[in-house]
Structures are given as C-alpha cells and as structure tokens.
DNA sequence: ACCTGAACACCGTTCAAGT
DNA sequence: ACCTGAACACCGTTCAAGT
C-alpha cells in the first residue's frame, strides 16, 4: 500500500508474526497500558504477556522496571503540543487559561503517569520537546501584560503553573476519576457524606460545604483554581512594576 | 516512676518482654517507620521484623497492607496543631502565610506519608482533629479582611490551600530532600544541569534560570508560592465584594 | 542477536496448627 | 486470644541455554 523508500535493512522488522521490539516500542506499550489499567498493575510480567514475549524480553530494551516508566514518561511529554500563548495585555489571561486546560487534558489521560513516576523517584521533564515547552512558557510570562515579569518571577511563574496542574490532577482529578473501590459509588453522592455524619455539630463550615452541590464538580473548583492563579501571578506583575 | 491509675486489667500489656500490640501501636510504628525509610520500603514483613513479631501477627490489627496505611495516614494528621489564623484586614496575609509554613514543615516531616496514600488510593482527612482544623480554615476564610469570602469561595480557598502545600511538598521538597540516587550529588549543583549542555541554544530563558543559583532553593520557591496564592487569594476577595 | 525457561529472592496474604 | 511456620500466588531480575 505505503511505498517504502528502500530503508536500511540493518534490522528486521518482524519476528514470529510480531513487530520486532524496540526501546521506543515498549515504552509505548507501558504507556498505552498506564492508560488502561492502573499504575501498580503495570508488571513487566503483565507488559511481557501483552506484547506476547517472555519477561526476559524486555531487558532487552530497557535497564529495569524504572527504566520502562522513563521511557514512558519521556513519550508522554512528548506527545503534547501546547496551544499558542499571547502576552499581549487583553489577551495573555485567557490564553494563558486555555494552555492550563489542554494541559490537564493532557495528564488527566495518563491518571497513573505522574504518581508512578513520582514514587519511582523519576525526574520529569528532560524530553527536547517539553524542554522547550517550558522555555516558551517561561518567555511568555516575561512578556505578559506590556512590562512582564523580570527572568526569575518568570521562570517560577512557569514552574508554578506546570506544579499547578500536575497537583490539581493528582489530587483531585485522579480520586475523583477513580475512586477507591472500598465504598459504594451511591456513598460519593450523598450528602452530607457518611464521616460527616455525626459529631459534625461543631463543623458548621464543612457541614454547609458537604451540602453544596457543586463543592466537588472538578470542573468547577479547576476554575478557582485558574483564578487565583493568574490573578496571584497579575499581582506579582503589578507589585514588581512598582518597585 | 510513674503512679498507674490502677487500669482495667482486660488485656495484657506485655507478651514475651515486648508491649502488646494494638491497631494504633501497629499504624505509629508504621509511621515512625516513613520517617526514617522510603515508602517502597515499608513492608508487612519488614514492620514485623522492626516489631519482633512474624507478619502473620499484623493482620490481627489491621486488614491488611492499605489499612496499615490507613491508619498511619490518620495519626499523622492527628499529630499537626494548627498556628493560630487572624483575619483582620492587617493580620491574615501573615498569618496565613504563617500557618502554610508550619503545614509544610509537617508534611515534609514524613515525605512518603502523601504519595504512599495516593497510590494506595486512600482519602486523607477523615481524621476529627483534622477535620475541625479544616472547618475552623474555612471559617477563617469567611472572615478575611472585614467582608470574607462567601461560604463556597471560603471552602474552595482552604481546599486550595492545602493543596498547595502538598503538591509543594510532594513535588518540589521530596525531589530535593532525596534525590534519585541514580545521579551523582556533585551533578545537582551543576550549572548548567547536563540536560541542558547541548541543543540548547534555542532555550535561551532556561538557560538563564538554570545559571540562577537562587532558582532551586526550595525555601524561596516556596515564598513565591505563597505570594500567587495570598495575592490570588485577595483579588477573589475583591472581585467578590464588588459583584 | 535475541529469545525462552528455570530459578532466586522478594512481596502480600492465608491456612493449619501451636500455646 | 494471639501467635508461629509453612505455604501460595505473585513480583523484579538473572542465569544458562537455545535458535
């Protein structure tokens, strides 16, 4: 179908009816399987059997388990391309907003990603692409709004923001996304929910919370999230200015 | 030593020269535990060894391995004894600011204690003590700067709040405090970091940051932190009143 | 060169039996 | 009532041997 422009047969491209293995490959696949399942079910046994090779096999292609969730994560930054930002002054709020939200969209579908490298001690953020991501971002915020932040509010506006999203998705999308199995889903909508149930009369604030419908619509609270963001980052811009 | 008030003899206190053990001895041990190891290395079977008892025996007072969890995750909330929050127009940025200290201070105390109950999937905050230092939170919030934030901007404010503090802890202050072991100490204070040596011409504002010794200090990130999250904080309070 | 199968040292958890 | 010891099913990783 495809004409294929005579490439350099160092290396076979099949082996047994399946594509042969590679480094990039097996990240891939732990990558689609982090997408699926949940990070602690991603074994090398379980990523060995999908793959239709022996666990052997993929030390091949990667040093240890650690490795396999490097690979993986390197992918996945890769894998984003970030919306266009503009600093201009009526303009750098809203955009700098609709950056935040593709880039929740981004981890939020890889929920396992960012926990497995965390506890695996991974460092993030080393593939080219999302290098220069981050410097884009950090250009941004030096020219938000006319003046801009000077280079070191920049670079912490930037780190701030990414730190932002990736909390916000761990800690209140994931659970929300996924919550444990131990209690019945009827058990997340009630309300007041079940430990606020007695010995709450001196809880008067959490008690009127639990009664909100929409304290807990993710949705919703990321918004307050967004707000207190930039308008936090406009006030350094501001207090800076006046200096 | 001691004057012991005469207590119910229902259970033993000792067996076999070491204390008996309970559900709430069990959970302090393990988080004791956290304190001085990794989250990977707190096992049923290595607890049980620190304890001088088979691992069989810790499945009498907890469930098992999550449970464990739970329960040191319920004492280390209930161990944190909030600073006093003011707010009046001139004293809540301090002591607001005063309060997101001491938080972090705690959390870093045990650094595996979030991340562990995340991948566990646990609910953190289920604990009475911590549930009143979050309503009386929220009640602060209500009350900052003479007019105070509605009751679901309060609420979403103090759920902020905390999860800045743990996703600065988790994911600015347990890289550093323990970095991955993988890379040599003497790499760290590098500058540039080796990631940024080659192709990195088109990463003008990284390169920057990375020649920026103050940009990695944890301490100054974090009072960069608080300013967007105080200053955001404010403006809400403003926006609000003049709606 | 790349794979398989067996093995090792770990883990959480459970069973049957001790005291 | 509470414990031990052995066992089971898992895991990451390695060794020796196949093709």
Known sequence: MTTDPAPARRRPTHRKGRATLTRASVGQ?????????????????????????????????????????????????????PPTLDPAP???????????????????????????????????????VMLRNV????????????????PREA???????IRQIVGFVEFQDRPHDRPPEDLDPAELRQT?????REGADDLPHLR?????????????????TLDVLVDGIAATAVKRRDL
């Open 155 to 161: 670079y912490l506006a930037c780190m701030e923001t």
């Open 135 to 150: 410097d884009a971002l950090i250009g941004f915020f030096t020219e938000i709004g006319g003046t801009g932040l000077p």
């Open 29 to 81: 696949a732990a990558l689609d399987f982090l997408g699926r399942h949940g990070p602690a079910e991603l074994t090398m046994r379980a990523l060995a059997t999908e793959l239709g090779v022996s666990p052997r096999a993929l030390y091949n292609y990667v040093e240890d388990r650690r490795d396999l969730i490097t690979v993986a994560a390197e992918i996945f930054q890769s894998e984003w391309r």
């Open 192 to 196: 007041p929910p079940p430990w606020l």
């Open 208 to 224: 009127r919370a639990a009664e909100d419908q929409h304290s807990e619509l993710p949705d919703e609270v990321f918004e307050f």
């Open 90 to 128: 009526d303009r750098w709020r809203e955009t700098l907003r609709a950056y935040c939200h593709d880039l929740r969209a981004h981890y939020r579908r890889h929920p396992g990603m960012t926990t497995l490298a965390l506890s695996e001690n991974i460092t993030m953020a080393r593939h080219p």
